[in-house]
């Protein structure tokens, strides 16, 4: 399975500003993932990264608060945009190795603090 | 209604018992179905994943699904304190490709 790791592994912010994380993946995959994690909550899905093109996103999730971009197939950037203190979540990328079928496998996360 | 329903626990499983997992999705076109295991602080890992009717086993672990109940479940043998962890449910809808999680259950395996 691919390896996946992420950067940074965890910050402080103030609000109001931004921040930007990076999901490298060892090997080319098709698929690539965003999803939110929020204390004591279970994974929710940001978007889907699409190589070459727009992101995928899913409902309450808009591109001007998470913009992502994906220009290739082993890498990813998820911006978290003018930051509130409820943006205070664990982010996390996952990749898929051939199609949306498989198991998607994730990186450490990114676990975020807005002060 | 949710999606994926997991009971949240936290499910209590002595040293050496058997740990049962359950889990129920809405969509009856669901294709794929995962178990992850996430420790405290960590990422979810992928432990199970099984696509058709009946059982999968992987050394302590087993998977078994009934897509007619739309119900899928996670056995844990020989329960370790190192199980101790949320179990998430994770089901591949058959639009879009994406995964929806339930809740997660936790496990807490008692010496």
């Known amino acids: 399975s691919a390896v996946i790791s992420q950067k940074p592994s965890r910050d402080i912010c103030q609000r109001g500003t931004s921040l930007t994380i990076q999901c490298q993946v060892d090997?080319?995959?098709?698929?690539m993932f965003w999803y939110r994690q929020q204390p004591g909550q279970s994974l929710t899905l940001i978007a889907t990264a699409n190589q070459g093109s727009e992101a995928t996103y899913e409902s309450g999730f808009v591109i001007d608060k998470f913009p992502i971009s994906r220009p290739n197939l082993t890498f990813s950037t998820l911006t978290v945009s003018n930051m509130s203190p409820e943006d205070s979540s664990i982010y996390l990328c996952s990749a898929a190795d051939r199609n949306g079928n498989q198991p998607q496998h994730f990186g450490d996360g990114t676990r975020l603090s807005i002060l | 209604q949710k999606e994926v329903e997991q009971n949240s626990g936290p499910l209590s499983v002595p040293e050496g018992a058997i740990a049962s997992l359950n889990c129920t999705y809405s969509d009856q076109g669901s294709q794929s179905f995962f178990w992850y295991r996430q420790y405290s602080g960590k990422s979810p890992e992928l432990i199970m994943f099984?696509?058709?009717?009946g059982d999968k086993e992987d050394g302590r672990f087993t998977a078994q699904l009934n897509k007619a109940s739309q119900y899928v479940s996670l056995l844990i043998r020989d329960s370790q304190p190192s199980d101790s962890a949320t179990y998430l449910c994770?089901?591949?809808?058959?639009?879009?490709?994406?995964?929806?999680f339930g809740g997660g259950t936790r496990v807490l395996v008692k010496p």
């Open positions: 090997s080319q995959v098709t698929m």
């Open positions: 099984i696509y058709s009717n």
């Open positions: 994770a089901v591949l809808v058959a639009a879009g490709n994406k995964l929806t």
